[in-house]
């Protein structure tokens, strides 16, 4: 991981597009970090306090103001992590529909639940259960820090976030808008800090449970701390999603969704398309269609409203990526189209599709992070299915079929944390989203992904 820190613990903000440092800002210091802890659970104490229609008053605020500040904050974005700026407009916009949605259905959410048993009454009560410590990724700088906050605050618990160390102006700029809202101190609380500094806040009693949103690697560090102190965890770890195209497909919208699936957020998405499983009697014709596609696309400065590439957020991940590509061409895999380092500033990588991938090379089996897709041929959807679930990964899996039979098969079989049919993997405060195998576990969004840090208690009375 690109944290840039220098001897005198500092954390430095650099444009991907130009490799320019934006900012640098003073990591916090232990004394920071306990008075942060200490004015979160303070502040649960205050926020559980409040009814519901008071924290959706100032979770309405926060809405607004994110709507307000839009072309502010996607600047924000796409200056830190280098996303074009129409969909770090489209970022911003989807917050404040996560706010609205858990400003308005909290309440419904956290009903209590009636039980009827041999006693009087049994009933299951929803309650928050404190500070709830959040570690984030850079890719979606607002969205993944959002789509938790959201429900942790309506639900009455506080939120202390350890942001990637290459978007803290994006961190501060979230706490800010969380205290201009209303919500009181201590409610949000960021903390400047590298990943060293996670195990000491996880073991301090005043954090109850932990959310992370990244690597394998981190997950389960993360996991294995929180588990020696009984602390529940959630996990949003990578993916390799397929992507199946049948003969039966309406291929123009395929192609289109498999274009916007691979490269949105310049191929840095956990849920993006990777493996592209199509079948044999349409495979040349997809792949003349996606070559022709991949090789229009607008690759370029990220503050450019038409641009729909912009550079990768760090030159770590260009390089682990181009590994990838070089690996895979090294066993047998050919280039269709693109796939290498651009030359100039910045950390721009050219959006390529692969095909002949070797069976036990990085393209079958690793997440690409960023604009590459490794293309399979099958011969039916049995081998389709079978190629999909070939990975370790499950978050997300797409099928693109008109075939009724060939849908309830996929929905059935495709081993992922959710099955989207004609259209590209994608979350929704209204669906429940998270996956299986070393995708992670647990669920963020609905009421399923607030009810994971609340305490669940069963009250039966004689
Ligand atoms: P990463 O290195 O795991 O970083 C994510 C966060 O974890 C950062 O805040 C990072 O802090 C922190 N971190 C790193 N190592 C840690 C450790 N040992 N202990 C505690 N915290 C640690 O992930 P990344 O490579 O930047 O992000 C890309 C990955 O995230 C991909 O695999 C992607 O698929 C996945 N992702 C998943 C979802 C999902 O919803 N399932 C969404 C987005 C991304 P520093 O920045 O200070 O290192």
Request: hydrophobic share 40%.
């Amino acid at each position: 991981m690109n944290i840039k820190k220098d001897e005198f613990m500092t954390i430095e903000s650099i444009n991907p597009a130009t490799g320019h440092s934006i900012q640098t800002y003073e990591s916090h210091t232990d004394q920071d970090i306990e008075a942060a802890l200490s004015r979160s659970i303070r502040a649960h104490q205050a926020l559980k306090q409040l009814s519901f229609a008071d924290r959706a008053k100032y979770m309405h605020r926060v809405a607004e103001i994110l709507e307000q500040d839009v072309e502010k904050f996607a600047k924000i974005l796409t200056q830190e992590m280098g996303k074009p700026i129409s969909a770090a407009k489209a970022e911003v916009k989807k917050c404040a529909d996560v706010c609205r949605y858990y400003a308005d259905h909290t309440e419904g959410f956290l009903e209590e639940c009636e039980i009827t048993t041999d006693a009087k009454r049994s009933y299951i009560s929803y309650e928050p259960l404190g500070p709830i410590l959040a570690v984030m990724p850079w890719n979606f700088p607002f969205w993944q820090v959002f789509r938790f906050a959201a429900p942790a605050l309506m639900a009455g618990n506080t939120c202390v976030l350890k942001h990637a160390s290459n978007v803290p102006g994006s961190a501060l700029a979230i706490a800010d808008i969380f205290k201009r809202a209303g919500f009181m101190d201590g409610a949000f609380e960021t903390l400047l800090i590298g990943s060293d500094k996670v195990e000491g806040i996880l073991k301090d009693p005043r954090i109850k449970a932990a959310t992370l949103t990244g690597s394998e690697k981190a997950g389960a560090s993360v996991a294995a701390i929180a588990g020696s102190q009984i602390k529940k965890t959630v996990l949003e770890l990578g993916g390799s999603d397929p992507f199946i195209i049948m003969p039966s497909a309406d291929l123009e919208a395929a192609v289109k969704a498999a274009v916007t699936g691979r490269t949105m957020n310049n191929g840095q998405s956990c849920i993006a398309a990777k493996r592209f499983i199509i079948h044999s009697d349409i495979y040349e014709d997809v792949k003349a269609r996606l070559k022709v596609a991949f090789e229009e696309l607008k690759i370029g400065d990220p503050m450019e409203e038409d641009t729909d590439i912009g550079p990768l957020a760090m030159p770590q991940i260009r390089d682990d990526l181009d590994e990838q590509v070089q690996k895979s061409v090294s066993m047998g895999a050919v280039r269709v189209t693109g796939a290498e380092v651009m030359a100039g500033d910045g950390y721009f990588y050219r959006p390529g599709l692969l095909e002949n991938i070797p069976e036990y090379s990085p393209a079958a089996n690793e997440e690409f992070f960023g604009p590459v897709a490794s293309l399979f041929k099958v011969q039916n959807l049995e081998e389709a299915i079978a190629r999909g679930n070939k990975t370790r990964f499950g978050l997300g899996a797409a099928i693109f079929t008109q075939n009724e039979d060939e849908t309830k098969i996929a929905v059935r079989e495709l081993r992922a944390g959710g099955v989207f049919v004609n259209q590209i993997v994608a979350s929704n405060p209204r669906l429940p989203f998270g996956g299986v195998g070393i995708s992670g576990y647990g669920r963020e969004l609905s009421d399923i992904g607030m009810k994971e840090f609340m305490n669940i208690k069963t009250v039966s009375i004689k």
